[in-house]
């Protein structure tokens, strides 16, 4: 592992150096100003952290360290004989901020995989949940007994100079993204398979041996986890996965701890579950139509129906984003060249042009368009992976490459305990009043 580590630390050192300056001139200027209402509506558009791997832009949508969608498909290494990117790719854009070669590429391949073996008590832990739990308890319940295994925890107990963090932090997220398609693929077996597991494959990739131990051969299927687990790592700072992951972090729990906190803040049904509620939501649809083919005019009287019984309609608004998610548009593409006459996909792309004005004419969402969970079950279904509840965790395997690159730096930056100061509406009567001192209780 050492030529990764030993690059990524020469960058944090040169970082941290370049923060240092940045600071000591301009540590002063305000970045923004904050108004009551917001603090009310979820902090939205206040700035108040830093992430480095990734940034979102409202109408362009996600950037990892500068590059968008449609050219990091086109500039990331690929399997052989395969058209979409690497996730080991990805990973090491985000944490070196650099494209990677091939070469680059094969090294962390054969890192994960050396570094995959999840102790059997993991699986014990596992088999302990009824067969009722959803994934995603039996998935973090998983990832929080594999903490046994954490290096930065055990070196923590033992005694360990706050400039050394950095080191266990990277060794922690290494191994633990190389365990998690392992976790993943045991929870499906277990739960939708008889408890008929498969072996992991040591010559496959990273996203190529998750959809294996699925039980998925498909080359298609493997191609569409590549993409997936790309496109769904990270997503800047601010989002309830990543910010989740951030904050648990700085009170220096270790990786693992801090992952699965903010693998719970993605299984809510606002943020990652949005995919599963999305299928859901089609499915009971077509049920509720009798066909699998609904015509436009069937799906907006549904969507209104949705609206009408005080419900959100899946898949669609963002907190952030102000145009269509260029993660949905790369599912779609990804599905016009592998299943143009899918009738599920069909139906997705005639929701997407349906949505959109009935939205809009309520006046009061601000983005009518879809995101990345609006598109992703109908490709999952088209391979056979129809069990909806499941999809949540392959978002959160993929997320772990975005989180867990921005807790390296993190550690590598030495940031601090988050602590944002809260207050309560009595005391901002008093502000209100003139009394302004209660800010500083
Ligand atoms: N359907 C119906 N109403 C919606 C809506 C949708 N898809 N999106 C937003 N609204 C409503 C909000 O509930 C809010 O209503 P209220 O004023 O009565 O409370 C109003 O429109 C204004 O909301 P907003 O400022 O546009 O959005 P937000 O930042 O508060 O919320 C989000 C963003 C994603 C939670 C919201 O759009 C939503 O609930 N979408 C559906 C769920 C979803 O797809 N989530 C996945 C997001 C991506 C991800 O994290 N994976």
């Known amino acids: ?236 700072g601010g989002n309830v996965s990543a910010h989740t992951t951030h904050l648990v972090g700085s009170a220096l729990s270790d990786p693992y701890l801090s992952y699965a906190a903010g693998m719970n803040g993605l299984a809510g049904p606002l943020h990652g579950l949005a995919n599963q509620e999305v299928i859901k939501w089609i499915f009971e649809l077509q049920n509720e139509i009798g066909t699998k083919s609904p015509t436009k005019e069937q799906i907006a009287a549904y969507v209104k129906k949705t609206l009408k019984e005080g419900k959100v309609v899946p898949g669609y608004g963002h907190a952030v984003l102000r145009k269509t998610d260029p993660r949905f548009t790369a599912q779609m593409e990804f599905s016009k060249k592998h299943m143009p006459k899918d009738p599920l996909v069909q139906t997705v792309w005639n929701i997407y042009e349906v949505v959109p004005p009935i939205l809009k004419s309520l006046g009061k969402i601000k983005n009518p368009w879809p995101n990345v969970d609006a598109h992703s079950g109908a490709l999952l279904v088209h391979y056979g992976l129809v069990e909806y509840e499941f999809y949540t965790v392959l978002f959160a395997v993929s997320r772990a490459l975005g989180v867990l690159a921005s807790l390296c730096w993190d550690r590598a930056l030495n940031l601090p305990l988050e602590r944002p100061k809260s207050v309560t509406t009595r005391s901002v009567k008093l502000w209100l009043e003139g009394k302004d001192e209660i800010w500083e209780g």
């Open 1 to 236: 592992m050492g030529i990764l580590k030993d690059r990524f630390k020469a960058k944090a050192d040169t970082h941290a150096a370049e923060i240092k300056e940045l600071l000591s001139k301009n540590g002063d200027k305000p970045i923004g100003e904050v108004k009551l209402s917001q603090i009310y509506q979820g902090m939205r558009g206040i700035t108040g952290l830093v992430s480095e791997t990734s940034l979102l832009d409202a109408q362009e949508g996600i950037r990892f360290r500068g590059y968008s969608i449609p050219e990091l498909r086109e500039k990331l290494p690929k399997a052989n004989g395969g058209t979409e990117p690497l996730p080991e790719g990805l990973f090491h854009l985000l944490i070196l901020g650099e494209l990677p070669t091939a070469e680059d590429v094969n090294f962390v391949t054969s890192v994960w995989q050396r570094r995959s073996h999840v102790p059997n008590h993991v699986f014990a832990t596992i088999d302990a949940l009824p067969l009722t739990a959803h994934p995603m308890t039996m998935f973090v319940t998983g990832v929080m007994a594999l903490q046994t295994e954490s290096n930065f925890a055990k070196q923590y107990a033992e005694g360990i100079s706050k400039k050394d963090y950095w080191s266990t932090v990277f060794d922690d997220t290494m191994d633990l993204i190389a365990r998690l398609p392992r976790i993943a693929a045991y929870v499906y077996r277990r739960k939708y398979k008889d408890n008929k597991h498969i072996q992991p494959d040591g010559l496959l990739d990273w996203a190529g041996n998750l959809a294996h131990m699925m039980g998925f051969e498909d080359e298609g299927f493997k191609e569409l986890m590549r993409l997936y687990m790309t496109i769904h790592s990270d997503h800047e």
